[in-house]
């Protein structure tokens, strides 16, 4: 593998981890904790294998810019920006989240799951929107 295929495993791993989030939202509701348990703990695997490959690829390409202009452009930007924002929270948010369940603080992981999951979620389709839109547009 060539470090200029990573943007598409980036892309991949970041659709595999939005499915992964949506089943273990209705793996719990539908109560299959032991099943959650382990496609978020996958989920949370799938996340930061993307990060690993993320920092590769940027270590080694740079930054890439986003050659449309107008309104596309504009509207690249805006994902952009909120993708990297909430991305930044998303470690925090989620060892936190994995924390207290591990210890069985379920109340206190809900509470912060109510966060965490559509800002993960959020972050990890959005990688695949700026994905398709800087190699695929």
């Not at 965490?116 to 979620?121: E, V």
Request: proline residues 2%.
């Amino acid at each position: 593998m060539d470090v200029r295929d990573l943007p598409a495993v980036n892309a991949a791993l970041n659709a595999t981890a939005a499915v992964l989030l949506v089943l273990g939202y209705w793996l719990i509701r539908n109560g299959k904790r032991d099943a959650h348990k382990k496609v978020m703990l996958t989920a949370f695997g799938t996340s930061i294998l993307f990060l690993v490959c993320y920092l590769v690829y940027h270590a080694q390409v740079g930054s890439v810019r986003f050659q449309k202009e107008g309104l596309i452009r504009t509207v690249y930007l805006g994902i952009l920006l909120t993708h990297t924002v909430l991305a930044a929270a998303v470690p925090f948010l989620a060892v936190v989240t994995l924390r207290r369940g591990f210890a069985a603080k379920f109340d206190k992981h809900r509470k912060i799951a109510k966060w965490t999951l559509p800002i993960w979620l959020y972050v990890s389709v959005t990688g695949v929107v700026i994905y398709w839109m800087l190699y695929q547009l």
